[in-house]
Every structure is written in structure tokens, then in C-alpha cells.
T-cell receptor, first 113, second 112 residues
Framework: DAKTTQPPSMDCAEGRAANLPCNHSTISGNEYVYWYRQIHSQGPQYIIHGLKNNETNEMASLIITEDRKSSTLILPHATLRDTAVYYCIVRVERNNAGNMLTFGGGTRLMVKP | DTAVSQTPKYLVTQMGNDKSIKCEQNLGHDTMYWYKQDSKKFLKIMFSYNNKELIINETVPNRFSPKSPDKAHLNLHINSLELGDSAVYFC???????????FGPGTRLTVT
């Protein structure tokens, strides 16, 4: 599975868009990009995933570059409750490894009032 | 209507003891997992299990064993507890063809 690189921390003003980058320059053609977050003292929470098209759901938008070597998770109007560690994970869909997720260090997003 | 639940939330025990953590999901998922999050906050997969297959992360000591009485439950048994087993343990579940996993609230295990 491709390795991902994320900045260790970021700040964002409340109400502004939070743009979290992820580099996955060794991604393969059949690997998806998944985003999870972990709010303090809680279990990780699935946010969104995509292959090559941009994706949007009620929580966030995922922008994947045309060469698929990087992506950006966008929280359009960050709130204090979005303060969390955000993980970018690259995995092959439906592999034979039991759907195990490998979490890296993630980006600690601090939303400030 | 909790989706993935774990008990207990906190567990304090002495070295050498054997303990279990229970996990239940009501999402109808066919695959369940156990993850360990250590003091440095790194989250590591331990097991992936469905009714057909158990996949074990090779770094997990054989003192750890998952046991599934049915598709909705995956309990974690730990024998001969060691200080290094102190961590937060998360249970999760998903459908077998998805990486969209739902996590429980975690069990904080402290070994003294």
C-alpha cells in the first residue's frame, strides 16, 4: 500500500475552511484515498473516500489531483468540534488483507475561535 | 442505539492477569476488528475477523486472541498481561467489501 505524508499540525479559524493536505506520491491506480478523524478520547470516525474524482458528502469534500499523487480534505466551515487528528490512508479496494487500515501520524487540526 | 459498543470503558489490572474486553455491533456488519492505540497515540491494527477468516497482524503477541461467539460480537482475550499492554483498545466493524469502518468508544487498559 502507498505511504502517505501529512503535516503534523494545522490551525484554522472557526467558520473558515480547513484544507488538510496529504501526499501519496507512490499511489497505485487501484488504490483509494480514505480520510478518518479522531476527536480526543473517541474512536476514529470515517469521513470520506475517493479514487480519482472529487467527492463531497455532508461532512467534507475530497479533492484529488489529476495525477493522484496528492489530495486535500476540505472542511468548508470549520467548527470547534472539528478539532481532531485527521488521518489520510491509501488502500486497495477489496484486497485480501482483511480490510485492515494502517494509520500514520495524521494531522492535528486545531480550530480556534 | 449505539452502533459499536465496548465494555468495560476502563480496566485496571495487575501484571500476569488474564482479562477480556467485549465488543458488540448492531450494524449488521460481517467483519470486525481490534486496534491498539498506545501512549504515543499511534493506532495499530491487531486483528481483522469475519466468519470465514481471521487475519492477524504479525506483530501481535499470541497472548492476544479474538473470540467471536457470533457475527455481532468480537471479544479480545489477553493472557499474562504485561506493562506494555497498557493502551486504549478500539473495536471496529464494517462490511467485508468496505474500508468504511465504525469504531467503538475504546477501552483504556492499565496494567500495573
Amino acid at each position: 500500500d502507498a505511504k502517505t505524508t501529512q503535516p503534523p499540525s494545522m490551525d484554522c479559524a472557526e467558520g473558515r475552511a480547513a484544507n488538510l493536505p496529504c501526499n501519496h506520491s507512490t499511489i497505485s491506480g487501484n488504490e483509494y484515498v480514505y480520510w478518518y478523524r479522531q476527536i480526543h478520547s473517541q474512536g476514529p470516525q470515517y469521513i470520506i473516500h475517493g479514487l480519482k474524482n472529487n467527492e463531497t458528502n455532508e461532512m467534507a469534500s475530497l479533492i484529488i489531483t489529476e495525477d493522484r499523487k496528492s489530495s486535500t480534505l476540505i472542511l468548508p466551515h470549520a467548527t470547534l468540534r472539528d478539532t481532531a487528528v485527521y488521518y489520510c490512508i491509501v488502500r486497495v479496494e477489496r484486497n485480501n488483507a482483511g480490510n485492515m487500515l494502517t494509520f500514520g501520524g495524521g494531522t492535528r487540526l486545531m480550530v480556534k475561535p | 442505539d449505539t452502533a459499536v459498543s465496548q465494555t468495560p470503558k476502563y480496566l485496571v489490572t495487575q501484571m500476569g492477569n488474564d482479562k477480556s474486553i467485549k465488543c458488540e455491533q448492531n450494524l449488521g456488519h460481517d467483519t470486525m476488528y481490534w486496534y491498539k492505540q498506545d501512549s504515543k497515540k499511534f493506532l495499530k491494527i491487531m486483528f481483522s475477523y469475519n466468519n470465514k477468516e481471521l487475519i492477524i497482524n504479525e506483530t501481535v503477541p499470541n497472548r492476544f486472541s479474538p473470540k467471536s461467539p457470533d457475527k455481532a460480537h468480537l471479544n479480545l482475550h489477553i493472557n499474562s498481561l504485561e506493562l506494555g499492554d497498557s493502551a486504549v483498545y478500539f473495536c471496529a466493524s464494517s462490511f467485508s467489501d468496505s474500508y468504511e469502518q465504525y469504531f467503538g468508544p475504546g477501552t483504556r487498559l492499565t496494567v500495573t
